[in-house]
């Protein structure tokens, strides 16, 4: 089965700085989908952004981009020109091309903007 | 709004008695997942639907839970008996198949408190 952590509970940033969020994940596939999920306060759950297993050029998604390693099964979100609406809580997920194609999430870090 | 509706959005209930949750999915999508959230912690995938037919359950689904999808539209979450260690967030997601890319789009949660 597949595990996705997330080892930083909780992260801080200044407005308009760049934060690093860290995210591993355990697989003996080959083939598979990443992605950042933001879940805000009461709100509902929406993507940031995806990365397919076999594409090694990272995405990129306006502010958002991420450091797929994929030997190192590492997948790094980064967020440059931090906004205040980016406050929320940020959940790495991985999803399998086979069967249920569930996502499989870990347990979450809170960001918190600092104006 | 990502499209996905659920009812109701809070639910205070007694220990022993039974709650029903109904997921409206996006309108196309023919996969319909059920997860559930604890505080603090990432979605845990409970069970999924193929249109009507319900493929996959966790073992999170214990016997006192039962998902219902009839017509292939809306589905209905039913927890019998409830207990305190049910309280969590349950959350419902859909998606269109096949499409490796077709992401999954999720409700805003029913928030469950079992006193």
């Known amino acids: 089965a597949q595990t996705v952590t997330q080892s930083q509970p909780e992260m801080s940033v200044q407005e308009a700085e760049t934060v690093t969020l860290s995210c591993t994940y355990d697989t003996s596939e080959s083939d598979y989908y990443l992605f950042w999920y933001k879940q805000p306060p009461s709100r509902q759950m929406i993507l940031v952004i995806r990365q397919e297993a076999y594409k090694q050029q990272n995405a990129t998604e306006n502010r958002f981009s991420v450091n797929f390693q994929k030997a190192a099964k590492s997948f790094s979100l980064k967020i440059s020109d931090s906004q205040l609406g980016d406050a929320a809580m940020y959940f790495c997920a991985y999803r399998s091309i086979q069967g249920a194609q569930k996502l499989v999430f870990g347990q979450g870090t809170r960001l918190t903007i600092n104006p | 709004d990502t499209g996905v509706s659920q009812d109701p959005r809070h639910k205070i209930t007694k220990r022993g008695q039974n709650v029903t949750f109904r997921c409206d999915p996006i309108s196309e999508h023919n996969r319909l997942y059920w997860y559930r959230q604890t505080l603090g912690q990432g979605p845990e995938f409970l069970t999924y639907?193929?249109?009507?037919?319900?493929?996959?359950k966790s073992r999170l689904l214990s016997d006192r839970f039962s998902a219902e999808r009839p017509k292939g539209s809306f589905s209905t979450l039913e927890i019998q008996r409830t207990e305190q260690g049910d309280s969590a967030m349950y959350l419902c997601?859909?998606?269109?198949?096949?499409?490796?890319?077709?992401?999954?789009?999720f409700g805003p949660g029913t928030r469950l408190t079992v006193l």
């Open positions: 639907f193929q249109n009507e037919a319900q493929l996959e």
């Open positions: 997601a859909s998606r269109q198949v096949p499409g490796r890319d077709n992401e999954q789009f």
